[in-house]
């Protein structure tokens, strides 16, 4: 008896099982913009090329994706799917952000169909984006929310050992109410990204070279629009503090494209 070769996944290939005049070929037809995972892949290739389907599954599978399904269960992507996914792929590989990291990132507007085209301002400036607004509630404590310690823990899976190695370097500070220690939203998110660093070995003691960084950072740019921050006139006052947000982000940026040319240097 003549034993038939197992038939590969259609999902894979590119093409969903069905016969000429069936419905789920119809709706395919019907959006010949939406491409399937193996298209998808094919697509991708030429610049990324690790790119694989179990790679783009995984991404699925972690809330980064979410492709259209035929009734027959097949992955269905749009344009706008492929553009998310090329800006998914694009910060990992260059910009080396961690994919909780890019979720927020995703969440803030930062995706292929939904980006700022590139360019500048009304007057010829490049717009940068602060990553987090200086009058936002997180820089106000009597406003803003506060997270107790377990609460911290369990948000962001951090030791308990090394939320107090942080406080003790003065890298998170923290507030008492009622005996009991809360943190901000900015300090929360902070302890986050330190849990991560952990998980490489990174010990608090290491954190001191960023907070030093920090401090030296926010004297300069507190230097630059000291005279307009100090200022009694709530318009100069206010377009002071967009300033100070904008030089923020290009700071973080000038630093970020820094470490990003000395790392290249190590994997060359």
Same mark, same amino acid.
């Given at each position: 008896?003549?034993?038939?070769?197992?038939?590969? =996944?259609?999902?894979?290939?590119? &093409?969903?099982?069905?016969?000429?005049?069936?419905?789920?070929?119809?709706?395919?037809?019907?959006?010949h913009k939406s491409l399937t995972i193996?298209?998808?892949?094919?697509?991708?290739?030429?610049?990324?090329?690790?790119?694989?389907?179990?790679k783009i599954r995984y991404l699925e599978d972690q809330k980064l994706l979410t492709p259209r399904r +035929?009734?027959?269960?097949?992955?269905?992507? +749009?344009?706008? =799917?492929?553009a998310r996914l090329r800006t998914i792929l694009r910060m990992q590989r260059d910009e080396f952000l961690p994919l909780r990291?890019?979720?927020?990132?995703?969440?803030?507007?930062?995706?292929?169909?939904?980006?700022?085209?590139?360019?500048?301002?009304?007057?010829? +400036?490049?717009?940068?984006?602060?990553? &987090?607004?200086?009058?936002?509630?997180?820089? =106000?404590?009597?406003?803003?929310?506060?997270?107790?310690?377990? =609460?911290?823990?369990?948000? +962001?899976?951090?030791?308990?050992?090394?939320?107090r190695e942080l406080e003790e370097y003065g890298v998170v500070k923290g507030e008492m109410r009622g005996g009991v220690r809360y943190f901000d939203e900015t300090e929360r998110e902070i302890i986050a990204?330190?849990?991560?660093?952990?998980?490489?070995? &990174?010990e608090g003691r290491n954190l001191r070279v960023f907070r030093?960084?920090?401090?030296?950072?926010?004297?300069?740019?507190?230097?630059i629009l000291a005279p307009a921050l100090r200022s009694r006139n709530p318009a100069r006052r206010k377009e002071a503090v967009e300033a100070l947000e904008n030089l923020a982000a290009v700071a973080t940026h000038l630093k970020h494209l820094l470490l990003i040319r000395d790392l290249r240097k190590i994997v060359r």
């Open positions: 008896m003549a034993i038939q070769a197992p038939r590969a =996944d259609a999902d894979e290939l590119g &093409v969903e099982p069905a016969g000429e005049d069936s419905p789920a070929r119809g709706q395919i037809q019907q959006r193996g298209a998808v892949c094919k697509a991708l290739a030429q610049e990324f090329p690790d790119i694989s389907i179990s +035929t009734p027959g269960g097949y992955r269905l992507y +749009t344009q706008g =799917d492929v990291v890019i979720r927020q990132e995703l969440a803030a507007g930062r995706s292929g169909s939904a980006a700022p085209a590139p360019g500048g301002a009304s007057d010829g +400036t490049r717009a940068w984006r602060p990553g &987090v607004s200086l009058r936002s509630p997180i820089s =106000d404590r009597s406003s803003g929310a506060l997270y107790s310690l377990e =609460d911290v823990l369990e948000e +962001t899976k951090a030791e308990g050992k090394l939320v990204a330190v849990a991560e660093l952990a998980r490489y070995g &990174v030093s960084s920090a401090d030296r950072e926010a004297s300069l740019l507190q230097q």
